[in-house]
């Protein structure tokens, strides 16, 4: 492929970002969302270092509408025999999938065992800030975020303040606009509730445009 974006500078600074796990996950430490994917500046633009290392090494350009979807259900991983092209709803609908199946360190793509999951837990019921225990235990925001949303480990006790917590926050307007994309995109109420965290009921007013009426719907 012929592209400024993928000249070798770029290509150097790539394979320096990343460390390769055990798992088999390269796993980018240079620049992390809140949400755990990795950013990466090819020249042009800002670009999810996933997405810019399925484009490299498959030669190809996401089309318009298409998603890079990972296997291996870390978000910071830019292997790319782990990434794969869906549209949002295959997306969505992946990790819904994934979440029925084997729970906690038993699911091949756990980030974390049950014993590290329940240590978050209490140091997310001491009030320790997230982006600190990251660095204790040696995972993601997104992976820390999850736990404590009651989204992944859901086996695991959580203590009250977590339940608390969750009950009082509702939904930011980042997950409302996912919430309507995935809406748009399809997928079953049900199916969304699994994959935002918060009750269907919530996903039924939005639906109806009941709440978070300042956010714009399409179709």
């Known amino acids: 492929m012929t592209d400024s974006r993928f000249a070798e500078p770029f290509v150097t600074r790539f394979f320096e970002r990343f460390e390769v796990k055990s798992s088999g996950c390269w796993e980018w430490w240079w620049g992390l969302t809140s949400a755990g994917y990795g950013r990466f500046w090819d020249g042009q633009r800002q670009i999810g270092s996933h997405v810019w290392s399925y484009e490299y090494h498959n030669k190809v350009i996401v089309p318009k509408g298409m998603e890079v979807m990972h296997s291996c259900d870390n978000p910071a991983c830019v292997n790319p025999n782990h990434l794969s092209l869906g549209t949002t709803k295959d997306n969505a609908q992946d990790r819904v999938k994934k979440g029925r199946g084997a729970r906690g360190q038993r699911n091949g793509s756990a980030v974390v065992t049950d014993k590290e999951a329940e240590r978050i837990i209490r140091l997310l019921n001491a009030r320790m800030k997230r982006e600190h225990i990251c660095t204790t235990i040696g995972c993601s925001k997104y992976t820390v975020g999850k736990i ?60 109806r445009n009941e709440t978070f009426k300042h956010l714009p719907r399409e179709g």
Do not use: D, F, T, W
């Not at 996912?178 to 039924?204: A, D, P, Q």
């Open 148 to 207: 404590a949303q009651g989204v992944s480990y859901k086996h695991l006790p959580r203590g009250e303040q977590i339940r608390r917590r969750r009950r009082q926050s509702g939904l930011s307007n980042k997950q409302a606009r996912y919430v309507i994309r995935l809406l748009n995109s399809g997928m079953k109420r049900k199916e969304v509730k699994e994959l935002v965290g918060c009750s269907e009921y919530i996903v039924g007013c939005i639906a």
